[in-house]
């Protein structure tokens, strides 16, 4: 029987890892896009030569996808980002679908921070979302505006979620935020 699919997602630098790493702690199968970008660099020769075709030898140090250096061009220019999204964003769709597919826990809680960008919710069965005031994301994170202006605004994400938590508090209250979600989702 599939697990029941959760997708955690929310504003940059609002927890949302926090938030993984608790879904794991009490009992939730999860899994991170970012993990899995992590793999496709690593093992999909099809995207490091099509990474190698892009932007060359720049890319990559020590035979390996040099990640910070595709940052670099990618943030400052809109139409490299839309070209990569466009290579990795199908790849994790599959990878994440066939990690769902494997999954034996009662719940699996994939991390997607683009997920109402690309339109994934529809492939959740439910959807939380961490969101904090900016001013605790700035501290956490540094300047937001540039990266953030290109997404689906905080109080749109919100609107949309099954779940919502304010992550301006503790670990603890994070932590029992998930519990509590998780709870709710195992109940019948």
């Known amino acids: ?36 970008v992590h793999e496709l660099y690593r093992d999909d020769a099809e995207l490091q030569a099509a990474l190698r075709d892009r932007w060359g030898d720049a890319v990559f140090a020590d035979g390996e996808v040099d990640r910070a250096a595709i940052g670099r061009i990618v943030f400052a220019d809109r139409d490299e980002l839309a070209w990569l999204e466009a290579e990795l964003h199908p790849r994790v769709r599959a990878a994440t679908a066939d990690w ?18 690309t339109g994934g919710e529809s492939r959740f069965d439910k959807v939380v979302v961490i969101t904090a005031p900016a001013e605790v994301r ?7 505006a540039d990266r953030e202006a290109r997404l689906v605004p905080e109080d749109e994400k919100v609107r949309r979620a099954d779940f919502t938590y304010v992550n301006d508090g503790t670990l603890e209250e994070l932590d029992a935020f998930v519990a509590g979600v998780l709870e709710e989702l195992t109940a019948s």
């Open 1 to 36: 029987m599939r697990p029941l699919a959760v997708a955690l997602t929310g504003s940059i630098a609002a927890g949302k890892s926090e938030a993984l790493q608790a879904f794991a702690r009490h009992g939730a199968a999860t899994v991170s896009s970012d993990a899995l």
């Open 100 to 117: 769902l597919a494997g999954q034996t826990a009662e719940v699996a809680v994939a991390e997607i921070p683009l997920l109402f960008e």
């Open 138 to 144: 700035i501290e956490r994170r540094g300047e937001l």
